[in-house]
């Protein structure tokens, strides 16, 4: 179920259902920011804001996290009507410093939040502005990790409940572990199909979950290689993020592993000895199938057609063999799924289009692990 809530920071937008998560949210928050705001921070007693004509303010609240090239704040969307606060939409804001690797991220989110403002996929972040600043900033952060910027950007995106790197300690059992790393696979598959570039920092710090408060046992329904799947909806929606280190050079299987590996290297100190054991084993099987099918390639060449196939190939391999939790959809489903329309894994052609600069110029390849 979609989920306003109240409470004393707000309303938080909450929902695996596309629909109602662009409907009830984006809809809402986008319309209010889609005029032209002044691009600069203001510094106040408390903080930083941004204030426009007293129709409504972007307050910075608390520092998520520090960054390669900037901070992330939990902030508030005030909304005034006759000098009077009527709603508050949490949200939040990126902060760093002005460039081309700024700029080449803000075009990227902007077009993969279309793609799930259309129903095609909800495995990315919704994008609700970008501003510029051309001003000197300072920006106090933790531990008086401070931040000098002589321009810089600032990036409004939707909130999360949390990292998946949070998530870790609330598994339970390999159940839990499979369906979150299921949507990782998901996440990283629907981002490579859709933009042809790699994201190049996949850790578990770069997908955020939105929590499903109520699920009723329902199902997302996915179109993958023109055969439907379902998946069990679980407890939370993943969703890939942060585009600042994407280029299309490079292995595309490390934005896979770099989260499991963190996972397998955690869950020795974390969990007892038996989940523990049964992750690296998962993940060793998981691993393994990868292996198998680059092997069955060695004499192909590195072309993104044969890349694109492989990695086709392997996710229809992960299913088959139950390594991820999709399942052949069938009419038995219909009344427990929320998407009527499948949400597409594998569009013909990337919609996501972005100018070749040097970063972005080299080859994908499929180097083993």
Same mark, same amino acid.
């Given at each position: 179920?979609?989920?306003?809530?109240?409470?004393?920071?707000?309303?938080?937008?909450?929902?695996?259902?596309?629909?109602?998560?662009?409907?009830?949210?984006?809809?809402?928050?986008?319309?209010?920011?889609?005029?032209?705001?002044?691009?600069?921070?203001?510094?106040?007693?408390? @903080?930083?804001?941004?204030?426009?004509?007293?129709?409504?303010?972007? =307050?910075?609240?608390?520092?998520?996290?520090?960054?390669?090239?900037?901070?992330?704040?939990?902030?508030?969307?005030?909304?005034?009507?006759?000098?009077?606060?009527?709603?508050?939409?949490?949200?939040?804001?990126?902060?760093?410093?002005?460039?081309?690797?700024?700029?080449?991220?803000? +075009?990227?989110?902007? =077009?993969?939040?279309?793609?799930?403002?259309?129903?095609?996929?909800?495995?990315?972040?919704?994008?609700?502005?970008?501003?510029?600043?051309?001003?000197?900033?300072?920006?106090?952060?933790? $531990?008086?990790?401070?931040?000098?910027?002589?321009?810089?950007?600032?990036?409004?995106?939707?909130?999360?409940?949390?990292?998946?790197?949070?998530?870790?300690?609330?598994?339970?059992? +390999?159940? #839990?572990? $499979?369906?979150?790393?299921?949507?990782?696979?998901?996440?990283?598959?629907?981002?490579?199909?859709?933009?042809?570039?790699?994201? @190049?920092?996949?850790?578990?710090?770069?997908?955020?979950?939105?929590?499903?408060?109520?699920?009723?046992?329902?199902? +997302?329904?996915?179109?993958?290689?023109?055969?439907?799947?379902?998946?069990?909806?679980?407890?939370?929606?993943?969703?890939?993020?942060?585009?600042?280190?994407?280029?299309?050079?490079?292995?595309?299987?490390?934005?896979?592993?770099?989260?499991?590996?963190?996972?397998?290297?955690?869950?020795?100190?974390?969990?007892?000895? !038996?989940?523990?054991?049964?992750?690296?084993?998962?993940?060793? &099987?998981?691993?393994?199938?990868?292996?198998?099918?680059?092997?069955?390639?060695?004499? #192909?060449?590195?072309?993104?057609?044969?890349?694109?196939?492989?990695?086709?190939?392997?996710?229809?391999?992960?299913?088959?063999?139950?390594?991820? &939790?999709?399942? !052949?959809?069938?009419?038995?489903?219909?009344?427990?799924?929320?998407?009527?329309?499948?949400?597409?894994?594998?569009?013909?052609? !990337?919609?996501?289009?972005?100018? $070749?600069?040097?970063?972005?110029?080299?080859?994908?390849?499929?180097?083993?692990?």
């Amino acid at each position: 179920m979609h989920e306003n809530k109240k409470n004393g920071s707000g309303i938080i937008c909450s929902s695996f259902n596309t629909k109602e998560r662009v409907g009830q949210c984006y809809n809402n928050i986008f319309t209010k920011l889609n005029i032209n705001i002044p691009g600069c921070l203001i510094q106040t007693e408390t @903080g930083y804001e941004i204030n426009f004509n007293n129709l409504f303010k972007i =307050q910075i609240n608390n520092e998520i996290s520090s960054g390669h090239f900037g901070n992330t704040y939990l902030s508030d969307l005030i909304i005034y009507q006759n000098n009077k606060n009527i709603s508050m939409n949490n949200i939040v804001i990126k902060i760093q410093e002005n460039s081309e690797l700024v700029k080449k991220e803000v +075009m990227i989110a902007q =077009q993969l939040s279309n793609i799930v403002v259309n129903n095609k996929n909800p495995h990315f972040m919704l994008f609700y502005k970008s501003l510029l600043c051309d001003k000197n900033i300072i920006l106090k952060g933790k $531990k008086n990790n401070n931040r000098d910027f002589n321009t810089y950007s600032t990036i409004i995106i939707e909130k999360a409940d949390g990292t998946v790197y949070d998530l870790f300690t609330k598994i339970k059992n +390999m159940n #839990d572990y $499979k369906d979150i790393i299921t949507q990782i696979i998901l996440s990283v598959y629907s981002f490579h199909k859709y933009t042809n570039l790699i994201h @190049g920092d996949a850790h578990a710090d770069n997908f955020l979950y939105q929590e499903i408060k109520e699920n009723n046992n329902k199902y +997302m329904k996915y179109s993958l290689n023109n055969k439907l799947y379902i998946m069990p909806t679980a407890k939370y929606l993943i969703h890939i993020n942060d585009y600042g280190l994407v280029s299309s050079s490079g292995p595309i299987w490390g934005d896979y592993f770099t989260s499991l590996d963190v996972f397998e290297r955690k869950s020795k100190y974390i969990f007892k000895s !038996p989940l523990s054991s049964k992750i690296i084993s998962y993940n060793n &099987n998981l691993k393994s199938l990868f292996s198998k099918i680059l092997d069955s390639h060695d004499d #192909d060449d590195d072309a993104d057609y044969n890349i694109n196939n492989i990695e086709t190939e392997i996710i229809q391999a992960l299913i088959n063999n139950n390594i991820i &939790n999709l399942k !052949p959809y069938n009419l038995q489903y219909n009344n427990f799924i929320h998407n009527r329309i499948p949400y597409i894994l594998d569009p013909i052609k !990337p919609e996501v289009n972005i100018p $070749k600069t040097d970063a972005l110029l080299y080859p994908r390849k499929f180097i083993k692990f």
